[in-house]
Structure formats: structure tokens, C-alpha cells
Antibody, heavy 118, light 107 residues
Framework: QVYLVESGGGVVQPGRSLRLSCAAS????????MHWVRQAPGKGLEWVAV????????YYADSVKGRFTISRDNYQNTLYLQMNSLRAEDTAVYYC???????????WGQGTTVTVSS | DIQMTQSPASLSASVGDRVTITCRAS??????LAWFQQKPGKAPKSLIY???SLQTGVPSKFSGSGSGTDFTLTINILQPEDFATYYC?????????FGPGTKVDIK
């Protein structure tokens, strides 16, 4: 069975940092690109970032560029999202998702909640 | 960036109905379009990729069509478990963008 399990969410003050993790199992993690997608309370889905299988070219949404960094450890089968200079508008459930072309974002984690509040 | 719109924003339907949701891209995305279903408190579930291909395990009551800028998702014989929010997403170019969603609820 293919699983993605996010962790690291919590309540953090504006301006502080947080690192999310996404543990993968049941597939060859090092062969797949990975994405982060978030969803603010009561809102729709917002794409955040992508990292290819080898960690080379990364892309970010404009809303997080320069503040968030996506990375991966293919030995630990884990995806990360380092979030710095957090803002209230970063409050959301953060999902990691596997990309498998041509199938798109075919496997999603259950999400981890980040709340930015003083 | 490619903008995605969906219509309607919400709709009310009865069990057994057929519903159609429309998604439009601000520029040509060929067939690089996916549809997702999301139920409250749950992660999105991929239904369709490449505009019209069904993900493994997704029932054939779901179908997608379109290319270029205009796409549709059709759900035949609506069942109680189909009441959810549906999102389209383009993956022609970064940033990948989602439509605002269409909430399907019970009439």
C-alpha cells in the first residue's frame, strides 16, 4: 500500500518558522516528483511547491516564494517544507502529494494543520 | 500564470441525477487537466487525469471531456457518496493552479 504521512504542523507566531515532513512508504520514493498543496480554512486548494525526483529544479507559488523551501531526503523517504517568516495567511492544512505522470497528483497524504497566530 | 475557473460554484442535486461541472482555463492547456473530489475533513482524491482518463479504481460513472480551454466533469446517477466538492487543476505549466471548486450537495 502506498502511503504519505505528514507531520510537523502546529500553532506558531507570525514571523516564526516551522518545518513540515511527509513520510512516504509503499513505493520507490526516489523515482517520483512530490508536491505540497495547502487549503486555508473554508477555502479551496492552493498549489504551493514541487520538487522533482532528484531534487533538482524546484518551483514555488508566488505567495510563498522566498519564504518556503521544499526539499527531500531520498534515503529517508521523506519530503520537507521549510516555512520561514510565517504569516497569518499561511494558516492552512498542508498536504503532500505524489506526482506520477501521466496520472498527475495520484496519491495524497491526510494533511497537517498549520496555524499562524499570536 | 494560468487561471482556472469553474461553474457553477455550487449545485443542489438529487440521488440518481446526472450532473455536469465546467472548468475553463485562461489559456490553452491541451489536455493537461485533472479532476479531484474532496469530502469535508478529508484529503482530495484524484478522479481523472489528462482531461478524460479515469484513475484506477474510480467508477465509470465519472467521466471527463474537453481540451484546450474548456473541460467538463460529468457524474452519472448521483449517489449519496458523491456529494462533495470537485476541483479541476491544470498541470500544463507551473504554478499548477486549481479551480475554485464546485460544491455538490443534496437537494
Amino acid at each position: 500500500q502506498v502511503y504519505l504521512v505528514e507531520s510537523g504542523g502546529g500553532v506558531v507566531q507570525p514571523g516564526r518558522s516551522l518545518r513540515l515532513s511527509c513520510a512516504a512508504s509503499g513505493f520507490v520514493f526516489s523515482s517520483y516528483g512530490m508536491h505540497w498543496v495547502r487549503q486555508a480554512p473554508g477555502k479551496g486548494l492552493e498549489w504551493v511547491a514541487v520538487i522533482p525526483f532528484d531534487g533538482s529544479d524546484k518551483y514555488y507559488a508566488d505567495s510563498v516564494k522566498g519564504r518556503f523551501t521544499i526539499s527531500r531526503d531520498n534515503y529517508q523517504n521523506t519530503l520537507y517544507l521549510q516555512m520561514n517568516s510565517l504569516r497569518a495567511e499561511d494558516t492552512a492544512v498542508y498536504y503532500c502529494a505524489r506526482v506520477s505522470m501521466p496520472y498527475g497528483l495520484d496519491v495524497w497524504g491526510q494533511g497537517t494543520t498549520v496555524t499562524v497566530s499570536s | 500564470d494560468i487561471q482556472m475557473t469553474q461553474s457553477p460554484a455550487s449545485l443542489s442535486a438529487s440521488v440518481g441525477d446526472r450532473v455536469t461541472i465546467t472548468c475553463r482555463a485562461s489559456q490553452d492547456i491541451s489536455n493537461y487537466l485533472a479532476w479531484f473530489q474532496q469530502k469535508p475533513g478529508k484529503a482530495p482524491k484524484s478522479l481523472i487525469y489528462d482531461a478524460s482518463s479515469l484513475q484506477t479504481g474510480v467508477p465509470s460513472k465519472f467521466s471527463g471531456s474537453g481540451s484546450g480551454t474548456d473541460f467538463t466533469l460529468t457524474i452519472n446517477i448521483l449517489q449519496p457518496e458523491d456529494f462533495a466538492t470537485y476541483y479541476c487543476q491544470q498541470y500544463k505549466s507551473y504554478p499548477f493552479t486549481f479551480g475554485p471548486g464546485t460544491k455538490v450537495d443534496i437537494k
